[in-house]
């Protein structure tokens, strides 16, 4: 069984703020870590889909979770994605986690490949036989082969490192299903929801918490839905849950995801910097758009909106202003 308690909470699919260059802005990734520690999160959880984990090389997510678990010096837990693209290195990824001390790892179902139940289940199973670290299942259907009831059934009865699912079905009886077959076997397995609209409901039907987009943006209103939920105060708990659905509708439908996490994270006075997905001129023109719609909903539940970052300055570029800033002042005979 696992060796620690069971996962619980809202844990936060993390972007990867970058700089002007399109590289990892490891000081900014550092500032958002801690700002959404200190606004509540339970966990953190990163090279998620959220977090663009195919967008980064095997190099640069294993520099993340490198970054993520120095600065969070063990006041959260962090569900590290160790998703690569074929089990070897899957493996070798789980194994470079463990060293890192990460709580657990999430690995999602076999993507572009569509595979039968009984091939995503031995694909599970080599995983669940040969980690060193806990594992949790990633259902994540509309990207990946689907895992259905029976596999996780088996595999939770079979390989004990196997000690959660993240489901981004958004399925509600199926969620119901899940926790029926396997929690009077393994009453140690986490269920958690990665569809924000259903968080409420989720919990309510035995989840332990999610990985919620709209956490990274919105913290402190999912930590308040996830406590008003789990300390029965439904009135306020549905009155969040149509907010942070509406939200959530913003980020998932108002623009290609994940790209108007990155409007949002803006809105909250943090550096987060372009995407590196090359976006067309009506899809910023989109984005733009959407701005003053996330301000408004942001405004609605009582969340204050900083000065959109700007990108931050790469040490060259500072340079540059620098020495700007200095010849201007020469040339005025100021300095």
């Known amino acids: 069984m696992a060796a620690q308690g069971r996962l619980q909470g809202i844990f936060t699919p993390n972007m990867v703020p970058l700089d002007s260059q399109g590289a990892i802005d490891e000081q900014g990734l550092r500032d958002y870590v801690d700002w959404l520690i200190q606004r509540g999160v339970h966990g953190l959880y990163p090279n998620g889909s959220t977090g663009e984990f195919t967008r980064f090389t095997p190099e640069e997510r294993?520099?993340?979770?490198?970054?993520?678990?120095?600065?969070?010096?063990?006041?959260?837990?962090?569900l590290a994605g160790a998703a690569e693209a074929n089990v070897r290195e899957t493996l070798a990824a789980c194994e470079?986690?463990?060293?890192?001390?990460?709580?657990?790892?999430?690995?999602?179902?076999?993507?572009y490949y569509r595979l039968s139940p009984d091939n995503v289940y031995a694909y599970f199973r080599e995983i669940g036989r040969n980690t060193p670290v806990d594992v949790t299942l990633y259902n994540m259907p509309m990207f990946a082969s689907p895992i259905d009831v029976p596999t996780i059934q088996r595999l939770s009865e079979e390989c004990p490192r196997i000690v959660?699912?993240?489901?981004?079905?958004?399925?509600?009886?199926?969620?119901?299903?899940?926790i029926a077959a396997v929690r009077p076997n393994r009453p140690d397995f986490s269920f958690l929801t990665?569809?924000?609209?259903?968080?409420?409901?989720?919990l309510l039907v035995g989840c332990d918490g999610g990985t919620n987009a709209a956490s990274g943006i919105v913290p402190e209103l999912t930590r308040k839905l996830y406590d008003a939920t789990t300390g029965g105060r439904i009135e306020e708990a549905r009155n969040l849950q149509y907010l942070v659905q509406r939200i959530f509708d913003v980020l998932l439908l108002g623009a290609d995801f994940p790209e108007a996490c990155r409007v949002g994270i803006r809105l909250r006075g943090l550096a987060i910097g372009p995407g590196r997905q090359p976006l067309s001129e009506r899809h910023q023109a989109k984005l733009a758009e959407l701005e003053p719609l996330l301000r408004k909903l942001l405004q609605e539940g009582g969340i204050?909106?900083?000065?959109?970052?700007?990108?931050?300055?790469?040490p060259q570029e500072i340079g540059q202003v620098v020495a700007s800033v200095l010849q201007t002042l020469r040339s005025r005979g100021a300095v």
């Open 62 to 78: 294993r520099r993340i979770i490198r970054i993520i678990m120095d600065q969070t010096a063990g006041r959260v837990p962090v």
């Open 164 to 178: 959660a699912i993240k489901d981004s079905s958004g399925d509600l009886p199926q969620m119901m299903r899940m």
């Open 194 to 202: 990665g569809w924000d609209s259903v968080l409420m409901p989720m």
């Open 96 to 111: 470079y986690y463990h060293g890192l001390g990460v709580r657990a790892v999430a690995i999602v179902s076999p993507y």
């Open 304 to 314: 204050a909106c900083g000065q959109p970052a700007g990108d931050r300055l790469t």
